[in-house]
């Protein structure tokens, strides 16, 4: 392991460095109307770099990259091996460990050992994630409790960390992970660089992982995979999702709903994400639904993140606890309100451990 | 490992049957597969997704017997919009094929024993194939009596009337018809087939697989009345159709619980069904 300290110059110009040799895609703020909103996005040109905004956790993440919101399925295109836009190494720069759980949870399903979904292997095949955090713990987190590791993930060969409190000086440290090395240029950059005292980053992060267990209460005391049977039967499902519009905005900004559809544009096949929160996402075409009320829908997107995806991948849940969906909600359904209703009924029932 | 990439084979319809009057509105369609290798393997109660280009993918239950694997038989009901487009193509049009996808009958393992088959409407077309292939010179010693209660609306409902003469004439085979209302000309039985079972078939509770499909109210009636009769809920045997869009698992459309229906079924057991959250 190796570990730089870097002030604001440095990372720019490392940043510099990085651009030369990679499809940077890095956190942005950008103005859309009124609402000033934190993107992932291209750099284009390196004179972006000093906008790039780290501090507060981004609206959207890889997954637009790596599972688009909509793409053509070009049969064709996979089959020329060098496409020239998939030459170059993809880095994502600035990513949330809970972010990086939430790509390990992707590579899970479509790479998993029965079918693997060759769009998804060519769009995840040439990137690189640099990890990121600061002393903010980003609002309605709980990845903590989902046993996701605030300060690390093993997606990430290079961790930076950023103390807000000691701007002005030399404020960032970078990890680098035994075992990996940047392209030359990069690592001639790094050998400037000051080197970090690993103590002082450890004292760090044990400083922010206090105060972030003093923010977040939430606690979920039954064992994951919530027990399906009596999960499903036995919680009282519709007075604590009675709010719900349906409207889907928490699974789109969602970093770990992967649930798609196909749809037809000529004699062009597409793939888009589709939501477990629309009545016609089980609709047959007779009309028969098997989940015609809202609270179903909910109990199904629930419990797909807590009792069968784990059941389905080893134990893990289909959740990284990002806070997204709480933030987004326009009639603040906390998710974290519904989880507590299943954990309660579960461990008064005998059914938690 | 195999990769799947959600592409089509091509395929051409070789010949389209009108199986319904105009009410339904049940077609069957044979298909071949076009290019080099025209064979596609499957067992009897798979499924595959047709594309019809320009429109849309569904799945659909394959409704002939492997043994005879030089055409691809579906029978579709006109009911939503790949249906209706399906319906307006020709002998000759090209469609696209991928699959087969999903388990299949445990016809194997349900060798020496006796096979009784209840269908509701186009839910006789997945159980054609564990017919056909019971049925087949081959297989048919293996099995002991075949009974069948097929149920349709109307007589005019009535599917695969080329077949019929050949299941009632096969070895140790009964057929028993029924249809929802009573009408002139009509002499089989009358009624749903829940009501039918104790008084038209023979029900052993060993020895005996049932195999049940037809619309969810039909399948959940049925198997009530088969565990009224002392049938056990492994014996019971039927296959389950969802929304679904890759046919892989990975969609998450399809799931009953932590199931696939696309990967882990389409073809369960009653015992299996009792495991899992009722929502289907």
Same mark, same amino acid.
């Given at each position: ?81 060098? /496409? ?5 190494? /993809? ?122 267990? *003093? ?18 039967? *036995? ?35 597409? /793939? ?21 009320? *809202? ?5 199904? /997107? ?50 938690? *451990? | ?280």
């Amino acid at each position: 392991m190796r570990l730089k300290k870097l002030n604001s110059k440095d990372l720019i110009g490392l940043l510099e460095v990085l651009f030369a040799e990679y499809n940077l895609i890095a956190p942005f703020k950008v103005e859309q109307g009124r609402l000033n909103r934190v993107l992932y996005r291209f750099i284009r040109q390196d004179t972006e770099i000093p906008a790039i905004y780290l501090k507060e956790l981004p609206e959207t993440t890889p997954k637009n990259f790596i599972l688009p919101r909509d793409e053509r399925l070009d049969f064709n295109g996979l089959e020329q091996a060098d /496409r020239s836009d998939e030459t170059r190494t /993809r880095l994502f720069f600035g990513v949330r460990s809970c972010d990086l759980a939430a790509i390990e949870l992707f590579d899970d399903v479509f790479l998993d050992e029965d079918y693997l979904d060759p769009f998804y292997e060519s769009r995840r095949k040439s990137n690189i994630f640099i990890g990121y955090s600061n002393q903010i713990l980003p609002p309605n987190n709980f990845q903590k409790e989902l046993g996701i590791d605030y300060f690390d993930h093993q997606l990430a060969p290079a961790f930076l960390y950023e103390d807000l409190e000691a701007r002005g000086r030399d404020h960032y440290y970078l990890k680098i992970k035994a075992g990996f090395e940047f392209p030359g240029a990069v690592e001639n950059y790094l050998e400037e660089l000051k080197t970090g005292e690993n103590d002082q980053l450890e004292a760090l992060l044990s400083d922010w992982e206090a105060k972030f267990a *003093q923010e977040s209460e939430f606690e979920i005391k039954s064992k994951l995979p919530f027990s399906e049977k009596i999960a499903f039967n *036995q919680v009282d499902w519709q007075e604590p999702t009675a709010s719900c519009l349906g409207c889907g905005v928490c699974t789109y900004y969602c970093p770990t709903c992967f649930c798609f559809d196909f749809f037809w544009d000529r004699s062009t096949k597409n /793939r888009a994400w589709d939501s477990c929160m629309f009545s016609v996402f089980t609709e047959h075409a007779s009309g028969h639904n098997p989940r015609e009320e *809202q609270h179903q829908r909910w109990r199904q /997107r629930l419990l797909h993140k807590f009792s069968y995806h784990p059941q389905n991948y080893g134990g893990k849940p289909g959740c990284v606890g990002c806070g997204r969906c709480i933030y987004k909600c326009p009639v603040n359904l906390d998710i974290r309100k519904v989880i507590k209703a299943v954990d309660n009924s579960l461990i008064e029932g005998g059914a938690g *451990q | 490992m195999k990769r799947d990439d959600y592409i089509p084979a091509e395929a051409e319809i070789i010949e389209i049957i009108q199986e319904t009057g105009s009410n339904l509105n049940i077609k069957t369609f044979h298909l071949k597969l076009t290019g080099d290798k025209p064979i596609f393997d499957f067992k009897p109660g798979q499924f595959l997704m047709l594309t019809v280009h320009g429109v849309g993918e569904a799945p659909f239950g394959l409704a002939s017997s492997p043994s005879n694997r030089d055409k691809i038989v579906i029978s579709v009901k006109e009911t939503g919009r790949v249906t209706a487009a399906l319906h307006e193509l020709t002998v000759g049009d090209k469609v696209g094929l991928r699959g087969p996808y999903g388990n299949s009958f445990p016809v194997e393992e349900h060798k020496s024993n006796e096979m009784i088959f209840i269908s509701g409407g186009i839910g006789l077309a997945p159980l054609r194939s564990a017919i056909d292939y019971v049925l087949d010179q081959d297989n048919r010693k293996d099995y002991g009596r075949v009974q069948m209660l097929q149920a349709f609306r109307s007589p005019e409902d009535m599917l695969y009337d080329y077949d019929q003469p050949r299941w009632e004439d096969a070895d140790n085979t009964e057929i028993k018809y029924t249809i929802d209302k009573p009408c002139e000309d009509w002499d089989h039985c009358v009624g749903f087939p829940h009501n039918l079972i104790k008084d038209e078939i023979e029900c052993l509770t060993e020895g005996a697989k049932y195999y049940v499909c037809g619309p969810p109210i039909m399948i959940k009636s049925v198997i009530n009345e088969l565990l009224e009769l002392g049938i056990k809920p492994k014996d019971i045997i039927t296959t389950l159709e969802m929304r679904m869009s890759c046919g892989l698992g990975k969609c998450g459309k399809c799931n009953i619980g932590h199931r696939y229906v696309c990967k882990d079924g389409p073809v369960f057991s009653y015992q299996e069904l009792l495991d899992m959250p009722d929502e289907f």
